[in-house]
């Protein structure tokens, strides 16, 4: 039978066996701190549900034991001190807290702490995309790592508020305009893991994803090689395509015709377009050109001045493929 058709404390129990990624517990630990993080959460939650059924349990047993009962009880004198007793309320909460915070100050040190050897790449966030720039300098939407190597990741934000957020490796830290922030981690196996934003951004906020792909060490070597000459052997157009995913014009401008948060890319080439300056004019190349590298230039009538620059993120070869590819929309 389907659980969502039974009761409560079946699905309430079915979500505690699971073990995929839609159970109650923390999804599998894929980085080498994730096993202390986890300990740690574990602990903390087993004590409070230790002391939330001793105190509950408590509670219903003396209200059960010494519920009136009718006849006349003479008012007894209470106790009113105990050294045991108090001597054990403070020293075993305080044994617990401290075990917490020594367990909590190492883990922050060690999420806080990249190693020296760690290989390094630059994230940038801006709404709503992610690029990650490797030491060779190539650029990718996605984050692609060597497994069972420490990664060290700098991190910069163009507009707002970012956060980088990769449940699998219980790895979280924000991205500031105007300031780089950094965070590590090591990938135990290959394989893949979901980034989110954390941090809400604006309209395309939960759409800013991207992912987390693990190769092996060898193999990672050739990924970025190749990945760093995609362009060669594709068709302007075809590079076009690509950079539209790529770069996260995808987020903003359909091409299916439909508006989004900026014009559709659909038969835009050539089309005319009045601004808000109160000036008009028509897609054209250098109308393209000057929207990627000054989006504030000449807003469309109708829509907000939210997209970013792409100064300093597009050459001109890729400029001429985008070009090329909204012209093959038409
Ligand atoms: Cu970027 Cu939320």
């Not at 090689?225 to 401008?253: F, N």
């Amino acid at each position: 039978m389907n659980p969502l058709h039974q009761g409560a404390p079946y699905r309430a129990a079915a979500l505690l066996l699971r073990g995929d990624s839609e159970s109650f517990w923390l999804p599998e630990a894929k980085s080498t701190v994730a096993g202390q993080v986890d300990t740690l959460f574990y602990w903390i939650l087993g004590i409070s549900v230790f002391f939330f059924l001793l105190i509950v349990g408590l509670v219903v047993f003396f209200l059960v034991k010494y519920r009136r009962r009718g006849e006349e009880i003479a008012v007894q004198p209470s106790a009113h001190h105990s050294t045991a007793l108090e001597l054990a309320w403070s020293g075993i909460p305080l044994v617990i807290v401290l075990a917490i915070f020594v367990g909590g100050f190492k883990g922050f040190l060690n999420l806080r702490t990249a190693p020296d050897d760690a290989y390094e790449v630059q994230v940038t966030a801006q709404r709503w995309n992610w690029s990650f720039t490797y030491p060779n300098g190539h650029v990718d939407p996605e984050l692609h790592v060597p497994a069972g190597v420490p990664i060290r990741l700098v991190m910069s934000s163009l507009d707002v508020i970012h956060s980088f957020y990769v449940p699998d490796y219980r790895v979280k830290q924000d991205l500031v305009p105007g300031r780089y922030t950094t965070a590590w981690f090591e990938a135990k196996e290959p394989g893949e893991s979901r980034i989110y934003c954390a941090e809400y951004c604006g309209t395309s906020h939960s759409e800013m994803l991207s992912r987390v792909v693990v190769h092996a060490p060898a193999e990672f070597e050739r990924w970025l090689q190749e990945a760093a000459d995609w362009m060669v052997g594709l068709s302007p157009a075809d590079a076009g395509a690509e950079l539209y995913r790529r770069k996260g014009c995808v987020q903003c401008h359909s091409v299916d015709g439909s508006a989004g948060i900026g014009p559709t890319l659909k038969s835009s080439f050539g089309s005319p377009r009045k601004f808000t300056d109160g000036s008009d004019g028509r897609v054209d190349e250098n109308y393209i050109r000057q929207s990627l590298l000054q989006p504030a230039a000449a807003v469309v009538v109708g829509f907000d001045p939210v997209m970013p620059t792409f100064q300093g993120r597009l050459d001109d070869e890729e400029i001429a493929a985008l070009i090329a590819y909204i012209k093959s929309l038409n």
